[in-house]
């Protein structure tokens, strides 16, 4: 059976999927070095004041509260920047007016940077929990962020989370996540899902607006992954409407091969 679309429309697919991956890639490196950079300086903060572990709060003294929320509000602006530079990466002036708006749309009445400020804050309710922990398993602001970038993901089932649920840590207890519940429970899921997804769109939204300019009336979508996944497979096929093309889910990886019917 010849498939709907020349090799040429299919290596321009091929080559944009790339391009977008190694560019969300990117995004997940500037998230991890941007949460650890923070991290450190929460904790080194932390050691600044003499606060009884299992009774931490950043809020107990108004300095200490002070300059973890400007910590926290730099990392927030970090993350809006870089996942902008990224989107916008070798982009024309004009293709800018494309992509932009995404940032300010609103998914379930939030936009992309009321989303990140409520992971950020998110991140800091975890880093309470976490330096209070730290200052009880005596591990040195170094050694505990050296060892939270490795456990960002998973932060939820890290020895910091267990020691601060059996000694009970008053910051374990006032955390509004269920322990070890989710995959997408930590800050970190949340802020590296919606910054690779984002990325995502804008590309592809990009592509869209390029290939539409270069004739293409139709697309053909196909699977770029082997997961099984029912929405992705619902949607093999041609497609003439640019709103039905992927990405379908965060991480969905489907390709849209564009078509010249005429």
Known sequence: MNEPYTNEELNRALDFINERLVLQRASTSNLNN??????????????????????????????????????IANLAKQIVDDTI??????????????ILPIFKESINDNTFKEKIDDYAE????????????SLLLNKTPQNAA??????????????????????????FEDLKTN?????????????????????????????????????????????????????CDSNVGIHYNSFDLPPYHPNCVCMAIPLNTN
Do not use: H
């Not at 450190?40 to 002070?66: D, E, G, M, T």
């Open 34 to 71: 941007a949460l650890y950079k923070a991290a450190l300086a929460i904790l080194l903060l932390s050691r600044k004041y003499k606060i009884n572990p299992k009774y931490f709060k950043f809020s107990l003294y108004k300095n200490f509260k002070k300059e973890v929320d400007k910590i």
């Open 85 to 98: 530079s990224l989107a916008t990466f070798e982009v024309e002036d004009d293709e800018e007016d494309i």
């Open 122 to 133: 998110r991140f800091r309710n975890e880093m309470e929990v976490i330096s209070a922990s």
């Open 146 to 171: 050296n060892e939270l970038k490795t456990l960002l993901p998973i932060i939820y089932g890290s020895s910091f989370m267990k020691i601060a649920k059996i000694e009970g840590i008053t910051s």
């Open 179 to 231: 322990y070890g519940v989710g995959k997408y429970a930590t800050s970190y899921n949340n802020l590296n899902r919606l910054v690779t997804d984002t990325i995502a769109r804008s590309r592809q939204k990009l592509f869209i607006n390029r290939e539409n300019k270069n004739g293409a009336n139709a697309w053909y979508v196909q699977r770029g992954s082997s997961y099984p996944c029912s929405l």
